[in-house]
């Protein structure tokens, strides 16, 4: 059976996946060029990462900080005061070899667009500990350069063992008084250069094959319950601070398949612009960043992706 294509009255200009930076300032910028944006920001996930954030220090205009849910709350305001229809749902699905893309809600609905920005994120990898989500943004974190500076003269640890837990240990010793890295092998994954750094520095040390079992504390983190993995001893650490750093996972679910992706798992684009291997089809933000990862630099995606499609729609009504 045939299906019925759809009435191009029914087909938006561009559909935005995600309601991050990225997808935010992909929306305010879209929403000025009167492209008339849908943003379907998740029905759990709306605001991204920074939801689970408390104070943001770090983005430009806001001298005193930032609650992080406060700032989703700015950028979203933002986008519908220039026309942005912002709906919390979820894709499922999505069709984007054909053309107009096909987008199935989780409700059942289908929409099409001409143009689609994929801003869906990366999620970080957790512990699966009942304290680590007690505890998220009250000595729990999972970036210590949106953090390390709330540590100073503190005692804090650090997850995992690869480049990205040196580059967390590392930083945080600008502002802790001590650093613990906890790691469940007896050698670090890191590159040499990164793991010579950590264990020579004279603020970092090492707890090997070890894992984390339990996190208490009253208000805040106060401790950490360990377990040596090789002879089953049970230990504490006194911590104020908890940085997991064991990786994230690009959110590709919808597009695997269909599109081009790095090793790392993140939507590849053409050199600096937002545009994938499909035409129509643009990535913004943490999806495409397996690097920095900061909310200025996923904005800053956003409005590259924004530009982009709006030249797509462009050259695509001068072809018709």
């Known amino acids: 059976m045939t299906e019925t294509a759809p009435a191009s009255e029914n087909i938006h200009d561009v559909v935005i996946i995600g309601s991050g930076p990225a997808g935010y300032t992909a929306a305010i910028y879209t929403a000025r060029a009167s492209l008339n944006p849908v943003v379907f920001t998740g029905s759990v996930t709306a605001g991204g990462e920074l939801m689970n954030t408390t104070d943001v220090e770090n983005f430009p205009g806001f001298p005193e900080g930032i ?33 107009p893309k096909k987008l199935t809600l989780g409700n059942g609905d289908v929409h099409y667009a001409r143009s689609v920005i994929l801003a869906t ?76 750094r950590a ?20 208000d805040k983190l106060q401790t950490a319950h360990l377990r040596n993995l090789k002879t089953g001893e049970a230990s504490t650490l006194d911590i104020t601070g908890l940085f997991v750093a064991i990786g994230q996972d690009p959110r590709t679910e919808l597009v695997k398949g269909q599109l081009d992706l790095h090793d790392d798992g993140t939507i590849a684009v053409q050199g600096r612009t937002s545009k994938t291997s499909l035409a129509g089809v643009f990535a913004a933000g943490d999806v495409i960043d397996g690097t920095y990862r900061q909310a200025i630099t996923a904005a800053g995606s956003g409005c590259v992706a924004a530009q982009d499609v709006e030249h797509y729609l462009a050259d695509l009504n001068d072809a018709h």
């Open 67 to 99: 609650l992080g849910p406060e700032l989703m709350g700015h950028l979203e305001a933002q986008a519908r005061r220039f026309g942005a229809d912002i709906q919390y749902e979820d894709v499922v699905e999505a069709d984007l070899q054909v053309q």
């Open 121 to 196: 994120g990366s999620a970080y990898r957790e512990l699966g500990l009942d304290g680590e989500k007690r505890f998220s943004g009250h000595g729990v974190s999972w970036c210590a350069t949106c953090d390390g500076f709330f540590f100073r003269d503190q005692n804090v640890a650090v997850v995992g063992g690869g480049d990205s837990a040196m580059e967390e240990a590392l930083f945080l010793t600008k502002f802790a008084d001590k650093v613990t890295v906890i790691h469940r092998r007896d050698e670090l994954r890191a590159s040499q250069i990164m793991a010579d």
């Open 199 to 218: 264990l020579q520095h004279p603020k970092i040390e090492f707890l090997w094959n070890t894992g984390v079992e339990d996190l208490t504390g009253e």
